[in-house]
């Protein structure tokens, strides 16, 4: 059939089984908007405030449901607004395709109002990228699009197509499905066998699990191994909920944040297996000083993770699922009981825990590990950056993947109301919560209009104490208490603010307020914000300061 | 692991289809990831839907598989080779402008004659040499010359094919 350009996209989103986009109209995607208005009865558009809030949805979309996100911008500052959310899709490797417009073909190149090389800036921040000058490569471009963003190590691509190009048309052949998945690779039986000799060696045999695990969906394979080998499970910040964080084999995080008894394992293990990760400088800490007196395993699906930051003894490249599935074929159980017994022990000797200064202050702790209960660690919880993301995946009971929606590696405030915009709308029949800071809700809070406006039911819950509490907390620890420019002391009214934007606020103020206002805001079906006042001076514990070994965390300051 | 951390030359072969940015993605992931580009020739091939691209780059066993791996990772990018160079056929070209005079002149064309270099233009007080050869051969004509006043010098960077 004969297509305009704009209604090529739209064609070749639906092949993708695309049925929601967020972004923002402007001057060169008239014509893709004008199709969106033909195509509204099968793909629902949601319009941000920011076209930042539309990739940063896309984002959250893709994180808790797996789908891959899509957000549409115009040219210029529309396209540059989008970078921040794709750099953050990039670092979590996390699947989006992100349709920019761009001036026309006989503009492009000459300083043309609202014309910017997109292709260009985003080339460091994409996994690939487009610029598509003549129309006959359309479809297929956003085909590739799809099929670069969903394969291997997932992450975002931008296609840039110039006005021109979406008004004139050509003819569509439709396709049946979308692009197969190129086959990735799987590693060798040597490689196997050898895993299975250091496994079977191992008496103190250690799991640190990555974000790569809930990319795979290799959730039931990780159980099953963990199970098999007898081992402990620690995650990186991206794998909250890769592994049910109520099973007695999990230790909680390991890293800058991570709990004792994962710096005490690490320390004592004899075998480290790293399943989908980088090995973050988050998580290592010190590279020199980390798990130098263990072997180990890394199964990953990046050839170019091997060996990056720190050194490996056995790669295994591929797919963590199929990977982890194949090794539970070729091992038996075994039982390590002495050392589950000392990781137990660990867990009940160092729990985490913030004391309250006094019997009715609120602690995070406490806001969180009730919000768990009330949601039956059901709900999915998205963060902004900082202490309240941190408090976030340690208190919060994470029991299935997907269900933590949060910017672990480029560490993006204002991330977290448009990704839990884009969460709920991929999951109606879940309670969303962004947990929030002060600072990263000031960076973003205009999203609350679209949460108004679509009635998207997240909850706004913001840890306020007045400051950059994570900065604020290294200036405690390095700068000598010199709190340059970390004190916000903004007095801005959130409750006020809320309704301005025509949603319900709540405050929680002590410690008994906190039950009856978040069982009030989560029997509501509507957005809503809550402003819970906290203590400046809660820090995040443990903590590696810099150039410490992961082995030796602080535990009080 | 077995590395060997002492700073080498090393040469990259690069099949790269032929997309408008290709250099581009290719030089920018060198300079986002701190890597040195020595040199860098790009020209298409036999087929015109691909380029060779060979990068020379400097660091050690660890950083050249880096490399690799990343220049490997581009969707453009074909195939990724490190030339070992014993196993290479590894050239480049020299355009030299040496300061020529009564005086000095039969001693230039003396020094051209021994490498087997062209001269390409003679000017009453200046001479273009034009020499190929591997970067040892291409140092030690310059070497030769630079006594008698060199005024300019273009280099492609290596070429370099396996035997």
């Known amino acids: 059939m004969l297509l305009t350009g704009a209604q090529i996209i739209m064609e070749c989103l639906l092949e993708q089984g695309v049925d929601t986009v967020f972004g923002y109209p402007g001057g060169s995607v008239l014509y893709i908007y004008d199709a969106l208005y033909e195509y509204k009865n099968r793909i629902n558009h949601i319009r941000t405030a920011h076209e930042q809030g539309a990739a940063h949805a896309a984002d959250g979309y893709a994180r808790s449901s797996g789908k891959t996100g899509v957000c549409i911008a115009t040219s210029g500052p529309g396209a540059t607004n989008l970078v921040t959310g794709i750099a953050t899709a990039y670092m979590d490797s996390i699947p989006m395709v992100a349709i920019t417009g761009n001036v026309s073909s006989n503009l492009l190149g000459l300083d043309s109002f609202q014309e910017v090389d997109i292709t260009g800036i985003t080339m460091p921040v994409t996994k690939h990228n487009y610029l598509v000058k003549q129309i006959e490569n359309l479809a297929d471009t956003l085909r590739r699009a799809f099929q670069i963003a969903g394969s291997g190590r997932k992450g975002p691509v931008l296609v840039d197509i110039p006005k021109d190009v979406t008004a004139q048309k050509y003819e569509f052949t439709p396709l049946r499905e979308p692009l197969p998945m190129p086959k990735g690779d799987f590693p060798f039986p040597e490689r196997f066998d050898q895993a299975v000799e250091l496994i079977q060696k191992s008496q103190r045999p250690f799991i640190y699990s990555g974000g790569g695990v809930i990319a795979a969906e290799a959730f039931d394979e990780l159980k099953d191994f963990a199970g098999r080998i007898d081992a402990p499970v620690s995650s990186s910040l991206m794998c909250q909920g890769g592994y049910d964080q109520t099973d007695r084999r999990y230790i909680g995080m390991l890293g800058m944040h991570g709990t004792n008894t994962s710096a005490l394992a690490i320390k004592n293990c004899d075998l480290l297996i790293a399943i989908g990760t980088r090995f973050s400088d988050r998580v290592l800490c010190n590279a020199n000083l980390f798990a130098q007196h263990c072997p180990i395993i890394q199964i990953e699906i990046d050839t170019a993770e091997f060996n990056k930051n720190i050194d490996v003894d056995l790669k295994m490249k591929g797919d963590a699922k199929e990977i982890l599935a194949h090794l539970n074929e070729l091992i038996s159980p075994v039982s390590h009981a002495e050392w589950m017994n000392q990781i137990e022990g660990w867990n009940a000797e160092f729990p985490l825990v913030q004391e309250a200064a006094e019997p009715e202050e609120v602690t995070p702790q406490d806001v969180i590990e009730t919000l768990d209960r009330l949601t039956d660690s059901e709900a999915i919880i998205v963060t902004e950056v900082g202490q309240h993301q941190m408090w976030a995946a340690q208190f919060y009971k994470f029991r299935t993947p997907r269900h933590f929606v949060s910017s672990g590696g480029l560490g993006t405030m204002g991330f977290g109301l448009g990704a839990a915009m884009g969460a709920q709308i991929a999951n109606p029949e879940k309670r969303v919560i962004n947990i929030a800071g002060d600072g990263g809700f000031h960076m973003n809070c205009n999203e609350l209009s679209t949460a108004a406006q679509y009635n998207i039911p997240v909850i706004e819950l913001i840890f306020n104490n007045s400051v950059l509490g994570m900065v604020r907390q290294w200036q405690k620890l390095f700068y000598d208490n010199r709190f340059s420019q970390t004190d916000l002391d903004r007095n801005t009214n959130f409750e006020l603010l809320a309704q301005a934007f025509g949603i319900k606020a709540m405050t929680i103020s002590v410690k008994s307020d906190i039950e009856p206002v978040l069982k009030q805001a989560l029997a509501l079906q509507e957005p809503v914000l809550i402003n819970c006042h906290i203590d400046k001076d809660f820090n995040v514990l443990p903590m590696v300061p810099a150039g410490a070994s992961v082995e030796d965390p602080i535990l009080e300051m | ?163």
Not at chain 2, 10 to 21: E, H, I, K, M
Not at chain 2, 128 to 143: Q, R
């Open chain 2, 1 to 163: 692991m077995g590395y060997s951390n002492t700073e080498k030359e090393y040469v990259l072969s690069v099949l790269a289809r032929n997309t408008p940015g290709v250099l581009l993605r290719i030089s920018g992931l060198f300079s986002r990831r701190c890597y040195n580009i020595l040199s860098i020739v790009a020209a298409q091939t036999e087929n015109t839907e691909y380029s060779r691209i060979l990068i020379v780059v400097s660091g050690d066993d660890r950083i050249v598989r880096q490399v690799d791996k990343q220049v490997s990772k581009l969707v453009d990018i074909e195939e990724v080779t490190v030339l070992n160079r014993d196993e290479a056929v590894v050239r480049e070209h020299l355009l030299m402008k040496v300061e020529r005079s009564l005086q000095n002149s039969e001693k230039l064309v003396e020094i051209a004659n021994v490498f087997h270099a062209n001269i390409l233009n003679v000017q009453p007080d200046s001479m273009i040499v034009e020499l190929t050869g591997d970067a040892t051969t291409i140092n030690s004509f310059i070497e030769l010359y630079n006594p008698y006043h060199v005024l300019k010098i273009l280099r492609t960077g290596a070429m370099a094919m396996m035997k």
